[in-house]
């Protein structure tokens, strides 16, 4: 059983671990978003894949949702001294992870190489895959300005009021074999509770992978990451009031909407069912609130679950051949 779950950092992470803990890593690859990765005191740092990483090894910081559990800051006290006001905290060992990827990507590996690298090395069995090896970046077009994406996040506190945002790089970028290939061999694909603009559309733009999610055989889900109209945490819910969308879990299926089979949305949200389902889309309303790992767990099983119910009838509506005996 293939599972693709496309993810950013912290919510995909957590639906990913509970997929870990309920059905085990072998069988799990999960394309991750690119464009928030950034150079900065010449290390290349990706965020998102760094977080996937990190929690699929066990070794996450569950307070923080990035870095690593237990970590030191000792670097950034240094930073201090030398008169330097670091504004991304980076934790010592975490910026092992920095050192080793920055050197070996100057030695001409590919960034995909890298991660497979430094994951099975922490013991992560799952496949974590960046969307791509060439260069995305989100900009974010906002009224203060235009700003690179970790500028925007952490530096601003995503407090300027966004117009638009642009994926530098994204057309001239070509996703990976190994995520057009886990995807063409998927039987399940999630669209994991991410943030919908920052870290699943990115994904969606480097060209040929939405083509190719598009012809998947496999059923594609969505959970929501947007609850009774708030995210659970970050931008995502004042992103979308910038940028004039309801913001609620059917705002979220209508974005995905050509792609989606299954949708599942949060139990707080009941009431907002039937819009769903309006769209032709299955849903599955439950508590999507991954609070502790056996809600992680929870929540990965249910949609496990949703997905074996829905396969039968995307194979039946897209090839109906496939359901009669061989004989
Ligand atoms: P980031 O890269 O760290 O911003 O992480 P993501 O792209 O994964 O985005 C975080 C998104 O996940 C936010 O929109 C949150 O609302 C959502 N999210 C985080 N935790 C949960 C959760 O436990 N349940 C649900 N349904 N959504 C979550």
């Given at each position: ?47 998102d894949l760094d977080t996937m990483m990190y929690t699929l090894a066990g070794i996450g910081n569950p ?175 004042k992103l979308m009031r910038e940028l004039g969308v309801e913001c609620s879990a059917v705002a979220v ?55 074996d119910r829905l396969r039968p009838e995307k194979l039946g509506g897209c090839c109906p051949d496939r ?5």
């Amino acid at each position: 059983m293939n599972i693709v779950v496309l993810a950013g950092g912290v919510g995909g992470a957590k639906l990913c671990h509970g997929i870990a803990l309920s059905s085990g890593q072998e069988h799990l690859s999960v394309v991750v978003n690119t464009a928030d990765d950034f150079e900065l005191y010449g290390l290349h740092i990706s965020p998102d894949l760094d977080t996937m990483m990190y929690t699929l090894a066990g070794i996450g910081n569950p307070q923080t949702g990035w870095g690593i559990a237990g970590d030191t800051f000792n670097n950034f006290d240094m930073l201090e001294r030398y008169g330097v006001q670091p504004w991304f905290r980076i934790g010592d060992r975490d910026l092992a992870t920095h050192l080793l990827r920055t050197q070996l990507i100057a030695e001409g590996m590919t960034l995909s190489a890298i991660t497979q690298t430094l994951a099975q090395r922490l013991g992560v069995k799952a496949r974590i895959l960046p969307m791509t090896d060439d260069r995305v970046r989100t900009v974010v077009d906002t009224d203060e300005g235009l700003f690179a994406f970790q500028d925007y996040f952490v530096k601003l506190k995503w407090q300027p009021e966004v117009r638009s945002l642009i994926f530098e790089g994204a057309e001239e970028a070509h996703p990976t074999d190994a995520v057009l290939r886990a995807i063409e061999v998927a039987d399940t694909i999630i669209i994991a509770p991410s943030n919908l603009y920052l870290s699943i559309d990115p994904i969606l733009a480097v060209p040929g992978i939405k083509e190719m999610l598009l012809n998947a055989a496999a059923p594609i889900i969505a959970v929501t990451p947007i609850i009774a109209g708030e995210s659970v945490k970050g931008p995502a819910a004042k992103l979308m009031r910038e940028l004039g969308v309801e913001c609620s879990a059917v705002a979220v299926a209508q974005h995905y909407a050509d792609l989606l089979n299954g949708f599942v949305l949060d139990s707080r949200d009941a009431a907002l069912e039937p819009r769903i389902a309006a769209m032709g889309i299955q849903t599955l309303v439950t508590d999507t609130l991954m609070t502790n790992l056996e809600a992680r767990a929870r929540l990965a099983c249910e949609v496990l679950d949703f997905a074996d119910r829905l396969r039968p009838e995307k194979l039946g509506g897209c090839c109906p051949d496939r359901l009669l005996p061989s004989s």
